[in-house]
């Protein structure tokens, strides 16, 4: 089961880079709080590091190809999920930094070590929010992954996605925005037309629900959390 990648039910912005449906398919201890989730009495992302790499090259960043092993357990200790537990213990393989696993694990697996492991105390807001995941995640539920760094290569360079629905360039995507990008893509991966329409509402509704944190109708730059800045 691949609970932490995001998914659509059709390939988001090409490249599943929005939270739009979530799928089911001691040594030194380090502490570092996430600065972006200080607010008075919020909780914040915790982050122990169980064992340190004997060398270490290079560490991750946004857009690398991480690949790990992990296991997902619920704040009581019990484990929902496993890497190792799945038939042949593959690992896990995703990009950083593009959308495609929790905020938890993109803030957390930053500046990572290939070799390392760590202990990611993620809360609910940087995992899976108000909504939850199905039957096996509640809503509003703190996680506790531990994963470890099995290889990090370079990735591709994201594109800036936002910039490409923002058609108006106010710094804000509309339903229509975002209907029209969509349209866009199902067209470029050869969908048919009446399948593509019967999904795209659902997957509006789905993105809409996860991105637009104040409600009010739109998307804006900050909310986002797909590829919006230019490469270089």
């Known amino acids: 089961m691949y609970l932490f990648v995001k998914c659509a039910?059709?390939?988001v912005l090409g490249?599943?880079?929005?939270?739009?449906c979530l799928s089911l398919p001691q040594q030194q201890q380090q502490q570092q709080p996430d600065p972006s989730n200080q607010g008075a009495g919020e909780p914040h992302l915790k982050i122990e590091v169980l064992t340190h790499a004997t060398d270490c090259p290079r560490k991750s960043k946004d857009?690398?190809?991480?690949?790990?092993?992990?296991?997902?357990?619920?704040?009581?200790?019990?484990?929902?999920?496993?890497?190792?537990?799945?038939?042949?213990a593959i690992p896990f393989q995703f990009q950083l930094g593009v959308g495609q696993v929790i905020q938890g694990w993109e803030k957390g697996l930053l500046e990572m070590c290939q070799g390392?492991?760590?202990?990611?105390?993620?809360?609910?807001?940087?995992?899976?929010g108000e909504h939850g995941s199905g039957p096996v995640i509640a809503p509003n539920s703190d996680l506790v992954f531990e994963?470890?760094?099995?290889?990090v290569h370079d990735g591709p360079k994201p594109p800036n996605v936002f910039k490409m629905i923002d058609i108006d360039n106010d710094d804000?995507?509309?339903?229509?925005?975002?209907?029209?990008?969509?349209?866009?893509?199902?067209?470029?991966?050869?969908?048919?037309v009446d399948l593509a329409a019967k999904q795209q509402e659902k997957v509006l509704d789905n993105l809409f629900k996860f991105e637009d944190k104040n409600?009010?109708?739109?998307?804006s730059h900050e909310e986002f959390s797909g590829p919006k800045h230019e490469e270089l």
């Open 9 to 11: 039910c059709v390939t």
């Open 15 to 20: 490249l599943n880079l929005l939270s739009v």
């Open 63 to 88: 857009s690398d190809i991480l690949v790990i092993h992990y296991e997902g357990f619920y704040d009581n200790g019990t484990k929902f999920d496993s890497s190792r537990d799945r038939p042949g």
């Open 116 to 128: 390392e492991k760590r202990k990611l105390f993620v809360p609910s807001k940087l995992a899976y």
């Open 147 to 151: 994963v470890e760094l099995v290889q």
């Open 172 to 192: 804000h995507l509309t339903k229509d925005e975002m209907s029209m990008y969509l349209a866009r893509q199902a067209h470029a991966q050869g969908i048919p």
């Open 215 to 219: 409600g009010d109708g739109k998307i």
